[in-house]
């Protein structure tokens, strides 16, 4: 048995599997090509629980640990990236910091209907000046009674279209910098509700909406395609003081403690998509015949896949280890970072090399593995590109030396 994992953990990881191969894998191509956001695969993975994984039953999540909702999002990876985005995005961007840093009452009113996939949610971060450098945030938040009005826009938002609950950073006090931004909860109805209706899911009226928060056209992206990805506008919107989440100046600080966790996910979501491409090699490579002889015969198809393999495995025990610590209530930062780092990196990698071993069938869309080697490139952009996780990892180097 795996080191990190129990019955209970193997168990999960067989019924995503079986989901996924179901459900997932005869419809994916199509919701690639048309960019369209699999609703019916949504509200059957809501039903399974699996958009609240690691949130307490309290809140009616699954009440698993972080490492289960690791292997659901790695799992659902293995078969199509946009799926597994929607489940991270929703669980580690937007559901986590209310759990995390929210009032009671927050806590009750928002969680059920996230950790139930009966609405979805969405993290507000970045913005058309603010990327990398996210303490540049623009978006402001002037206090009046009451509550705040915000102004700005937020742009690459997961569902910013489709979800209805955000967590966002604003500006509080433009005077103090990173120490003047604030995060709050906001909400807008979903953009499709019609489909949102045929499902039972994505929309529910009771919400705060706040007049003045809309979202933009539907990015046409090179992977993740059935995803929904918007701009986020905010204008003049009023937000309730009981929306704002944790006290003035807190935003940046906790955002950056959202971004430790969900750098894990984006690490499973790697690990999925690589160890789909070796599969895919894999089972061509020992069937497709060349010069009277299996492709697998030919060294450096073997070698190269076998080397693949052998990093996969090691990239999994890292990611697994920072879940893991993270589990414990121990520091996990520098191993998120270089967990999402290694795999990142590896899941394109390992992409490319399936499609090159396919040779031109690889370069079709007969095979999802172009797919996937447009979808790795996302990972490794999304929570930070692979020089801010160096620039993470070295902070905490420094740091261990006593710097």
């Known amino acids: 048995m795996h080191p990190f994992l129990n019955r209970d953990h193997l168990t999960l990881q067989a019924q995503v599997r079986e989901f996924a191969l179901e459900s997932i894998v005869p419809v994916a191509r199509e919701l690639d090509e048309t960019a369209r956001f699999p609703w019916d695969n949504v509200q059957a993975m809501a039903e ?3 958009f609240g994984v690691p949130v307490r039953r309290e809140f009616s999540g699954m009440g698993r640990d972080y490492l289960s909702y690791i292997l659901v999002v790695e799992e659902l990876a293995r078969h199509d990236a946009s799926h597994a985005i929607t489940v991270s995005a929703h669980t ?9 840093f929210g009032t009671e009452a927050q806590r009750a009113r928002f969680l059920p209907w996230l950790a139930t996939g009966q609405v979805l949610g969405g993290f507000g971060l970045t913005e058309p000046g603010a990327g990398s450098d996210s303490s540049g945030t623009r978006t402001r938040a002037l206090a009046v009674p009451g509550g705040y009005r915000i102004s700005g826009s937020k742009i690459f938002i997961t569902h910013g279209g489709v979800g209805e609950v955000f967590v966002i950073t604003a500006v509080t006090r433009p005077e103090a910098g990173s120490r003047g931004i604030t995060s709050f909860i906001v909400c807008k109805p979903t953009t499709d509700p019609a489909e949102a209706e045929r499902v039972g899911i994505g929309h529910r009226p009771q919400l705060p909406y706040s007049d003045g928060i809309t979202a933009g056209g ?5 992977g993740w395609r059935a995803s929904d990805t918007r701009q986020l506008f905010m204008q003049d919107a009023f937000v309730a003081d009981e929306q704002r989440l944790g006290e003035e100046g807190e935003g940046f600080r906790n955002f950056m403690k959202t971004l430790d966790a969900g750098r894990i996910g984006i690490a499973g979501l790697s690990l999925g998509i690589a160890q789909g491409a070796l599969d895919v090699a894999l089972d061509y490579t020992t069937r497709r015949r060349q010069f009277n002889r299996p492709v697998w015969d030919f060294q450096d198809i073997r070698f190269g896949l076998a080397g693949l393999a052998a990093e996969i495995e090691a990239a999994r ?20 970072a270089m967990a999402k780092l290694i795999a990142s990196e590896l899941a394109a990698r390992t992409a490319r090399t399936a ?32 020089e801010i996780q160096k620039i993470v990892i070295g902070r905490h180097l420094l740091k261990e030396m006593g710097g």
């Open 317 to 336: 025990l890292l990611a697994y280890h920072a879940a893991w610590l993270k589990d414990q209530g121990r520091p996990f930062g520098k191993e998120a």
């Open 92 to 100: 580690t961007l937007a559901t986590s910091p209310i759990l995390a």
């Open 355 to 386: 499609v090159q071993s396919l040779g031109g069938v690889g370069y079709t869309s007969e095979y999802p593995v172009e797919r996937m080697m447009r979808d790795a490139k996302a990972c490794e952009i999304g929570e930070g590109t692979s």
């Open 218 to 222: 539907k990015e046409e992206k090179l």
């Open 48 to 50: 399974r629980g699996w």
